[in-house]
């Protein structure tokens, strides 16, 4: 079993909203003009992984300014990417992270973000702290990152 992470590309669209669908409940799916969008503002901060050839999961980011006073609106269904993300900004928001039941249990969802937090460390290197929110709902997610 090999697997390799790199930047998500538009014809991966298909299977990034069949794991939007099988990763998350109806009411948390973001729609595909929002991947879209931040496949294009934000190509860097967009990774999948494959194993064998095969996309097994996918994250998304963004680069922000810190601020104190944190709307709850900030993080909502759906945001622009185009309205918050700041390339010399100094937060990293990881806006999703999802990997295809058959395929966990390969610690796929930490390769993610190790590469990811590497990647925006090297090219980026006002960001000095990153924010990824797990639902309560999603208690298995709390042991996986």
């Given at each position: 079993?090999?697997?390799?992470?790199?930047?998500?590309?538009?014809?991966?669209i298909?299977?990034?909203?069949?794991?939007?669908?099988?990763?998350?409940?109806?009411?948390?799916?973001?729609?595909?003009?929002?991947?879209?969008?931040?496949?294009?503002?934000?190509?860097?901060?967009?990774?999948?992984?494959?194993?064998?050839?095969?996309?097994?999961?996918?994250?998304?980011?963004?680069?922000?300014?810190?601020?104190?006073?944190?709307?709850?609106?900030?993080?909502?269904?759906?945001?622009?990417?185009?309205?918050?993300?700041?390339r010399?900004?100094?937060?990293?928001?990881?806006?999703?992270?999802?990997?295809?039941?058959?395929?966990?249990?390969?610690h796929?969802?930490?390769?993610?973000?190790?590469?990811?937090?590497?990647?925006?460390?090297?090219?980026?290197?006002?960001?000095?702290?990153?924010?990824?929110?797990?639902?309560?709902?999603?208690?298995?997610?709390?042991?996986?990152?």
């Open positions: 079993m090999s697997h390799l992470i790199r930047q998500a590309q538009p014809r991966d298909p299977v990034i909203m069949s794991l939007e669908h099988e990763a998350f409940s109806p009411d948390c799916w973001e729609n595909e003009e929002v991947y879209i969008s931040r496949m294009k503002v934000f190509p860097q901060g967009f990774l999948v992984i494959e194993e064998d050839g095969e996309f097994a999961g996918t994250i998304t980011s963004e680069i922000w300014h810190h601020s104190q006073e944190i709307n709850p609106h900030t993080f909502s269904l759906g945001h622009a990417i185009e309205e918050r993300h700041k010399d900004g100094n937060e990293l928001y990881i806006s999703s992270i999802a990997v295809f039941k058959r395929f966990r249990g390969h796929y969802g930490y390769l993610l973000v190790t590469q990811l937090l590497d990647s925006i460390g090297r090219h980026y290197p006002n960001v000095e702290q990153s924010i990824l929110i797990v639902s309560t709902e999603w208690l298995p997610a709390y042991h996986t990152y």
